[in-house]
């Protein structure tokens, strides 16, 4: 892997296939697989206007691509446009920054330090008593946009099975009527 440079380890969601060294990254209506070798972690970034359809399409890739011989192990995680884990924006720093001189993405991590990767570990820091009440939780900033995510991604969801439901219910309407005639 040597030979490779910072864009082969980037790939755009294109329809149901992926496209490596996309023209453009960071697009709103994008998906972008990621690959971050220090963290042994597959980026699926998604923009905010991406598609639930391309979303699916790039985890689908994301457990493709694991089994690759370079990529064996690896984890992945869908972040959304605007609520990135802070170890991300490592790498989204050295793209806006054009910092593509590096071998790979995230590798200015090395001269940086970072205090922890939430995304993948979120911890809850119980205070003081031993009593576990709900309201002694602190939750760090970091969780609360985890929080958020997640019930973000969970009302997409829901809004697109309330819009399959409403869909089936026409499909068995319409063969409904036909099956009278």
């Not at 576990?132 to 995510?149: F, L, Q, T």
């Amino acid at each position: 892997m040597s030979s490779q440079s910072y864009f082969d380890f980037i790939y755009e969601v294109d329809g149901e296939t992926i496209k490596l060294r996309p023209d453009k990254i960071f697009e709103p209506k994008g998906v972008y697989l990621i690959i971050d070798k220090d963290l042994k972690l597959i980026w699926i970034w998604a923009g905010s206007h991406s598609r639930l359809f391309h979303r699916y399409m790039a985890a689908n890739w994301a457990g493709k691509l694991k089994t690759k011989k370079n990529f064996f192990n690896f984890k992945y995680e869908v972040i959304k446009q605007g609520i990135e884990p802070s170890a991300f924006h490592v790498i989204f720093n050295e793209i806006k920054e054009n910092n593509t001189h590096l071998n790979y993405p995230g590798e200015s991590r090395k001269f940086v330090v970072i205090s922890d990767y939430t995304a993948v570990k979120p911890e809850l820091k119980i205070s003081g008593s031993t009593e576990r009440k709900p309201y002694e939780v602190e939750i760090s900033h970091s969780v609360k946009n985890r929080i958020r995510k997640i019930l973000s991604e969970i009302k997409e969801m829901q809004d697109h099975l309330k819009y399959s439901i409403e869909h089936i219910q026409q499909r068995y309407e319409e063969i409904e009527k036909l099956l009278e005639k």
